[in-house]
């Protein structure tokens, strides 16, 4: 019983440092590179989006020329 609660406790203390269980990204170079890219596009993204539900990317009305602002 000693040597099966022992071997548990390995495991588990073992297990934290390995990393996750089921990996994220494809263990293939090429592939991995790409799903890398894709993911880092996603957070560029997000600024984009959080500019766009705050009203940040409109134009300034308070410009000295003329903006249209909208769909011409």
Known sequence: ???LLFATLLCVSMSTNVGCIL???SADPTLRTEQLIFQ???FRNIL???ERFWFVEQPD????????????
């Open 61 to 72: 009305h308070m410009t000295p020329f003329r903006v249209h602002g909208g769909i011409i």
């Open 1 to 3: 019983m000693r040597r």
């Open 48 to 50: 984009l989006e959080w």
């Open 40 to 42: 880092s596009e996603n």
């Open 23 to 25: 990996p994220i990204f």
